[in-house]
């Protein structure tokens, strides 16, 4: 069965500053995976995905992050964090049934940004 | 505006009783999802559906039915609710297998 770890529970930095933010994966086939982003008592959206081709994916708000087949992980990151991007993220590996992509989430992480 | 509709958004129900979530699409998804957000345990998923007419469970099925009679509807049913049902719970849909999930808004339900 897949599975994700995400081992920081909490990170704070400054606007600013750069982000990374870590994501390990377990799956026993080629992973589908995926970043979301969620704001206090809000849904899921989605930040960008990796299906295939080029392991640097760029998406929305400025994030990217890199597939490494090596370790395992898929970190997200940013250049230059803005206040706004304070919220809680979420990496997931998508298993396939059908026409469904049954998502596997990690524990999340949750950014503080300071001023 | 085209998306995922969630019903309620926040309900408070008693022990035992039975209770229906409802979820509505408009983009025509065929894959349907229900999961449960708990604090530090991330998003889990109960129950999915590949497309109209078929169902399938998920990491934590127990206690909770589905059903999927039209490719727009995909209700959340809680027989007889226990306080560890309390959760916040996530509809989602993707068009296909390589498409990624939309998520609705939640529904916040707390069972006393």
Redesign the interface.
């Known amino acids: 069965a897949q599975s994700v770890t995400q081992p920081d529970i909490h990170i704070t930095v400054s606007e600013g500053a750069s982000l990374e933010l870590r994501c390990n994966y377990s799956y026993g086939a080629t992973p589908?995976l995926?970043w979301?982003v969620q704001s206090p008592g809000?849904?899921?959206?989605?930040l960008l995905?990796y299906?295939s081709g080029d392991t640097l994916v760029q998406g929305i708000k400025g994030f990217e992050a890199e597939f490494k087949r090596s370790q395992s992980s898929f970190n997200l990151r940013k250049p230059s964090v803005h206040w706004s991007d304070a919220a809680e993220y979420?990496c997931a590996v998508?298993a396939?049934?059908?026409?469904?992509?049954?998502?596997?989430?990690?524990?999340?992480t949750r950014l503080q940004v300071t001023l | 505006i085209a998306g995922i509709t969630q019903a309620p958004t926040s309900q408070i129900l008693a022990a035992g009783r039975r209770m229906t979530l409802r979820c509505t699409q408009d983009m025509r998804h065929n894959a349907m999802y229900w999961y449960r957000q708990d604090l530090g345990l991330g998003l889990r998923l109960i129950h999915y559906s590949n497309t109209a007419g078929t169902t399938g469970k998920g990491e934590v099925p127990d206690g909770y039915s589905v059903s999927r009679a039209n490719t727009d509807d995909f209700p959340l049913t809680l027989a007889s609710a226990v306080p560890s049902q309390t959760s916040v719970y996530f509809c989602a849909s993707s068009e296909n297998r390589y498409t990624e999930a939309f998520f609705g808004q939640g529904t916040r339900l707390t069972v006393v």
Do not use: H, P
């Open positions: 589908y995926f979301y809000q849904g899921l959206q989605l995905k299906f979420f998508g396939y049934t059908g026409t469904a992509s049954k998502l596997t989430f990690g524990t999340g």
